[in-house]
């Protein structure tokens, strides 16, 4: 499919949605969030794509919201408008999300980033909450998420300061996975891309959603609806495979059945 704002492509069972409005550095406008969903629904329909990999360029993963779309914006727009459909729709999306972060990360950037399953990180990325400059604050899970991820007070200090933090920084608080050089970035989140993509694509799809689940519910539901979906594994011709092939010492082949 062609699109304007972003680059969508597959090679195997990993898909690709490179974000690419490089003079504003990756602004998160309308239009590039349409986008983002109408890739994320073709790929959610695509049986073959099993992980996606979400990228921007050198300079910028995404420096967050379209700033000139804000001008003149009211607050029932924000309610109403299309935003929060977007955003909800990615985070919907049911197969493992990898984030190859360089460069800016920020506001809704980084929100994206966040909603994403795993993140590497180029050691030039940096990760910000800037909104408060603009005298608003994180409106796509920024202040429900980051606290989750690197704890209260580190989360109230980068969204009370607006302040940016390095790669390294945002690895040590436990925002992202890995920080690797710039060059092996994509080469690094492949490598786990495809790797993921190599399990039974069922249980993968059901380990995401139990994960996620952990993260707002209390234990004992979470417990629960982890029980309710690892017997649902059971149901699969994977699961009989993956078994099977282990007794029998060897790689099993997944069907995603
Ligand atoms: N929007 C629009 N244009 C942007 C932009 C942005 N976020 N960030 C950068 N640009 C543009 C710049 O205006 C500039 O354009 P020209 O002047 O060349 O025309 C070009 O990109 C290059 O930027 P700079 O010249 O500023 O480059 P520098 O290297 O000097 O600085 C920077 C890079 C990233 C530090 C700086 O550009 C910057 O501070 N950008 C703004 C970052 C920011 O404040 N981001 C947060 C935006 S608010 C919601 C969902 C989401 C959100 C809210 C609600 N709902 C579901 C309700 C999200 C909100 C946000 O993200």
Redesign the pocket.
């Known amino acids: 499919m062609d699109y304007e704002n972003l680059v969508a492509s597959r090679d195997g069972g990993v898909a690709t949605i490179r974000l690419h409005r490089p003079?504003?550095?990756n602004?998160l406008n309308g239009k590039t969030l349409d986008e983002l969903c109408a890739a994320l629904d073709a790929f959610e329909a695509d049986p073959e794509v099993r992980v996606v990999v979400l990228t921007g360029d050198e300079r910028a993963f995404a420096?967050?919201?379209?700033?000139?779309e804000f001008a003149g914006q009211t607050a029932v727009d924000?309610l109403e408008g299309p935003?929060?459909r977007q955003?909800e729709r990615i985070r919907a999306f049911s197969k493992p999300l990898v984030a190859a972060v360089s460069g800016?990360c920020?506001?809704?950037g980084c929100?994206l980033a966040m909603l994403c399953d795993i993140i590497v990180a180029a050691e030039t990325a940096r990760f910000g909450q800037?909104?408060i400059?603009?005298g608003i604050l994180p409106?796509?899970g920024g202040t429900q998420r980051l606290p989750r991820a690197v704890g209260k007070h580190r989360a109230m200090e980068l969204i009370l300061t607006g302040r940016h933090i390095t790669a390294q920084q945002a690895y040590e608080w436990g925002l992202v996975n890995r920080v690797v050089p710039p060059e092996v970035l994509l080469d690094e989140a492949y490598a786990l891309a495809r790797e993921i993509a190599s399990k039974a694509p069922v249980a993968v799809r059901l380990a995401k959603a139990a994960v996620l689940r952990s993260l707002d519910t209390p234990l004992d539901v979470g417990l629960d609806y982890e029980r309710r979906l690892f017997a649902l594994a059971f149901a699969t011709e994977d699961k009989e495979e993956g078994v099977r092939a282990f007794l029998d010492k060897r790689k099993p082949a997944f069907q995603g059945r």
């Open positions: 003079k504003v550095l602004a420096a967050g919201a379209d700033i000139q924000m935003r929060g955003w800016y920020l506001g809704g929100e800037p909104e400059n603009l409106g796509a």
